[in-house]
C-alpha cells in the first residue's frame, strides 16, 4: 500500500509561481521494478487531464501540452516525494490538483490516469489577480 498526501497548493496571481509537493509513506516507489509518480488536474465537470509525469528509477519527465515549458516535474528519492514547479501560472490552470502512483508503469500508459493505482487528496490551485 502507498499513501499519497499533496501540499502546496493555493491562491496566486497571474503570471505567479508555486510548488506543489506529493508525499508517500507506505513503501518506496524505488521499491518497485517500474514505476511512476504522475500530476493531474481536474476542474468541475471535465475529467482529469494530466499534467507532467516522472519515471522513478530513471528520472525520465513528460509533460502535457499546456504546461510544457511553464511545470518541471522532480523527484527526492531519499525522502520519497515527488515535486511539481508551476511557472508562469496562468488562470486556465486553476483547478485541483492530484499526484498519482503507477507502480507497474507500462510506458504507453503515462499519460492515462486510468493506469495509475494510487491517488492522494487533490490540493487546489486558483491563480487569480
Known sequence: QVQLVES???LVQPGGSL???CAASGRTFSSFGS???GWFR???GNEREFVAAIRWSGGHTYYGDSVT???TISRDKARNTAYLQMNSLKPEDTAIYFCAADLHLILSSIRRAVDYDYW???TQVTVSS
Open 8 to 10: 502546496g497548493g493555493g
Open 19 to 21: 510548488k506543489l509537493s
Open 35 to 37: 514505476s511512476a509518480v
Open 42 to 44: 481536474q476542474t468541475p
Open 69 to 71: 515549458g511553464r511545470f
Open 120 to 122: 492522494g487528496q487533490g
